[in-house]
């Protein structure tokens, strides 16, 4: 790329370049730094946004805690955002129908559950259809070490955790077998209370109390394997392995055993039949297996690397970027490793709740890392509701723009260095170049600063976040950073269009008013259901809903363009009649109807249980006389609560509280719930 020298050859192209300024599309010629640049002819760009092929080289959106409606409802959103894979809940039946998250961490068998508060096994298998559809993997969650225990801290009387008798029902040889050999299938639980060695890993779990599967058995392979194939048949990409660190390997020094050749292996075999592709496949290994190497793992799958991003959270503290730079990976390859900023468990156990920009830019480095897989996890409710999706943060384009930086540069060669208080992570391949920059500085955006980058080619780059053009001389560029410190340099002029609704997919009676806004965006337009008709808008439009039911039902499409990048996305409303003059809790799922578990209100004014409440047409009616709010309560079949005027702690899930606007409603949808 040479420099203009001659001066009217520059004031042609300084003319040139104002014309086609964009303003709010992201195509304008301001530079980062707002100073006066070189003048460099635009790169050939011809990139369009894409997921990998391979669902390897992508990363992970955890939906944890979503149904599976939940999950389809959010594909193109998914996409969009530029995640390649989607990792669901456990599939397996949860314990007590999966009232609360842990219970899909006790199932009560191999065979995918059909009717938890998930969904059923349809639900999941649409779920699959529409994601192959749009390019993006299923990975599903496996509880393969072990199942569900007691209600209780009972134990056997070699001091192992009791097997729930509701295994029974699913795993009836799993379970008739679990202390002793009844039929010639061996024995199907551990026994091994005392295990040294690596067993003290793979013969006695000893977290929550909950019974070790002998995974050595042939049964118990048999039943996985079942599973895994199950899933792979309904259209599941991949899988997690829960506490796979807790399953012996065909290396193990002390306790050997082929579970993994004769479950996972054939597995992959089975989905490479079916598929002609390669099974996706990673396990949860924490810090490090007694006695055994980490190499007798990931022969078979990647493995989690829980230490690589607790590295550098302290260098935006200490403003220190050669702490990430030096952060070090679990193993010498990346591509065998799994990454996050926060896990489930960590989220659910720690108060260390990062901002979600934080979080955000602590997972730009992770997407980054050439060949490292990446988790993000998709935040639960703060009650940690199964059915409730917690937060939209993934769709951010703080995220966005580190995924679809992932994904433009996955196969690049990578370099990265540190500059003063700046993190930088370059990316280099033929006829493409970019730059992932991260100032851990105090950031003033009215100062420009210089930053260097020793491999990019000089020319015109545009940040991702703010359209403005950045310029790379003698492999330095200046940039006014915004007040987030964070900049995603690449070739492509055009941002990415930005929705925002004012509700998601939700029910209403009579009319319901939805306010859209759209950023970035050169062209936008929105239609009802099936309808051929488009109504354009600008930044911002005002629709109402009640004149474009059909069938209770109204489904609004939203389209958004700037240059090659597109985003659309289809919202559902559902129109629904009130019955009687009673608070109606409507979409409550039947199971909590039909007598399987206890139903209490609580009410907030005053504090106090009831049972004042009605079925009608499969809609809860309740008697709100006297109250200010309530919430639905969840307890156990039989349970009887004693004391009413006392909040009861034995509850196994509960609503969030309805009261305010839902409140005076009338109605509440507990969809999900």
Not at 118 to 137: F, N, V
Not at 285 to 304: A, C, E, H, Q, V
Not at 346 to 370: F, G, L, Q
Request: hydrophobic share 35%; with cysteine; proline share 3%.
């Amino acid at each position: 790329m040479k420099l203009k020298r001659t001066l009217c050859v520059f004031l042609l192209a300084a003319f040139l370049l104002s014309l086609c300024a964009c303003g709010g599309s992201g195509g304008g010629d301001e530079t980062a730094s707002g100073s006066e640049a070189p003048s460099y002819e635009d790169f050939k760009d011809e990139y369009v946004d894409s997921l990998p092929e391979n669902a390897a080289d992508g990363l992970t959106l955890h939906a944890f805690n979503w149904t599976y409606r939940e999950i389809t409802a959010n594909l193109e959103s998914i996409k969009n955002a530029g995640f390649r894979n989607v990792l669901t809940m456990p599939v397996q039946p949860p314990k007590g129908g999966g009232a609360s998250w842990w219970a899909f961490y006790q199932p009560l068998g191999m065979s995918i559950g059909d009717g938890s508060s998930l969904g059923t096994k349809e639900e999941l298998k649409e779920l699959c259809d529409r994601a192959e559809e749009l390019g993006i993997a299923v990975l599903a969650d496996i509880v393969a070490n072990h199942l569900a225990t007691t209600d209780s801290e009972d134990k056997e009387p070699d001091g192992t955790p009791t097997v729930s008798p509701a295994v029974q029902q699913y795993e009836p040889v799993l379970y008739n077998n679990r202390n002793e050999d009844t039929d010639g299938n061996g024995v199907t639980f551990h026994h091994n209370v005392n295990a040294r060695g690596s067993g003290a890993d793979t013969q006695y779990y000893a977290y929550g109390n909950l019974p070790d599967l002998n995974t050595s058995n042939a049964y118990v392979q048999s039943r996985v394997l079942s599973l895994l194939k199950e899933c792979v048949d309904i259209g599941i990409d991949g899988f997690r392995f829960d506490a796979a660190k807790h399953i012996e390997t065909s290396g193990d020094p002390d306790y050997p055993s082929d579970f993994w050749e004769n479950t996972l292996e054939k597995a992959k075999e089975y989905y490479k039949s079916k598929t002609g592709k390669d099974l996706y496949v990673y396990g949860e290994i924490l810090g490090s297996p007694s006695g055994r190497d980490l190499s007798d793992y990931t022969k078979y799958m990647r493995i989690t690397d829980d230490g690589y991003a607790a590295q550098f959270k302290n260098a935006f503290a200490s403003k220190d970027p050669s702490l990430i730079l030096n952060a070090s990976l679990k193993t010498g390859d990346a591509g065998q490793l799994i990454a996050w900023v926060e896990s489930h468990d960590e989220y659910v156990t720690t108060n260390t709740h990062y901002s979600d920009v934080r979080v955000a830019k602590y997972w730009s480095i992770i997407a980054a890392k050439k060949g490292l897989g990446g988790l993000y996890l998709a935040r639960p409710t703060k009650d940690l509701n199964v059915g409730q999706i917690g937060s939209y943060a993934f769709e951010s384009e703080y995220v966005a723009v580190g995924n679809r930086f992932r994904n433009r540069f996955f196969d690049a060669e990578s370099y990265e260095s540190v500059d003063g208080t700046r993190y930088v992570s370059e990316k280099i391949k033929e006829g493409d170049q970019g730059a992932l920059i991260l100032d851990l500085g105090a950031v003033d955006p009215e100062v420009e600063v210089t930053v260097a980058v020793p491999h990019l080619e000089d020319g015109n780059y545009y940040d991702a976040l703010t359209g403005k053009r950045a310029v790379v001389t003698d492999h330095k560029v200046k940039l006014k950073f915004e007040a987030n410190g964070m900049a995603v340099l690449t070739r492509s002029r055009h941002l990415h269009p930005q929705l925002s609704v004012s509700e998601r997919d939700c029910s209403f009676v009579g009319d319901k008013q939805i306010n859209l806004a759209v950023n970035n965006a050169e062209t936008a337009y929105y239609r009802f259901n099936n309808d051929a008709e488009k109504t354009e808008f600008g930044s911002e439009a005002v629709i109402s809903l009640k004149d474009h039911v059909e069938n209770g039902v109204c489904a609004l499409h939203v389209y958004s363009k700037n240059g090659q990048n597109v985003y659309e996305r289809t919202f559902t409303y559902k129109q629904v009649e009130l019955i009687g003059d009673k608070f109606n809790v409507i979409n409550l799922d039947a199971k909590y109807l039909n007598g399987d578990y206890e139903l209490y209100i609580w009410s907030w004014s005053p504090g106090r249980w009831s049972r004042d409440y009605t079925v009608e047409n499969g809609v809860m009616l309740v008697d709100t006389t006297g109250m200010t709010g309530f919430l639905i309560a969840v307890f156990e079949k039989g349970y009887e609560i004693t004391d009413p005027d006392k909040w009861d702690p034995n509850v196994i899930k509960q609503s969030g509280d309805i009261k305010g606007e839902a409140f005076e409603a009338g109605f509440a949808d507990l969809t999900g719930f």
